[in-house]
């Protein structure tokens, strides 16, 4: 499973970003989706996921302005951000928990993409 993640980029305190996370096998097949941010020299924390039949959770910090939905036809998930802070700054991530044998999970990394954003 690969998934690329993408949208990052450099945007002033207030505005909006779409980032996405398009999959290289359908989104059905993937039980959950998941963002993360690894803000500079912090550790990475959980934004948003959304599984496969639909349910979204957010990081309890996180429900006011981010959210998470998905193009079934695409295999992409996405994240919008809006009323960007400078706090936002990070590398957002997504991952893909994959449900195997016996209830095994097995979960894929994207290789994050950069948001950026200036006061």
């Known amino acids: 499973v690969q998934l690329q993640a993408s949208g990052g980029g450099l945007v002033q305190a207030g505005g909006s970003l779409r980032l996405s996370c398009a999959a290289s096998i359908s989104i059905f097949n993937i039980n959950r989706v998941g963002w993360h941010r690894q803000a500079p020299g912090k550790q990475r924390e959980l934004v948003a996921t959304i599984t496969n039949g639909g349910t979204i959770n957010y990081a309890d910090s996180k429900k006011d302005r981010f959210t998470i939905s998905r193009d079934n036809d695409k295999n992409t998930v996405y994240l919008q951000i809006n009323s960007l802070k400078p706090e936002d700054t990070g590398v957002y991530y997504c991952?893909?928990?994959?449900?195997?044998?016996?209830?095994?999970?097995?979960?894929?990394w994207g290789q994050g993409t950069l948001v950026t954003v200036s006061s």
């Open positions: 991952n893909a928990e994959i449900m195997g044998s016996k209830l095994s999970r097995t979960y894929y």
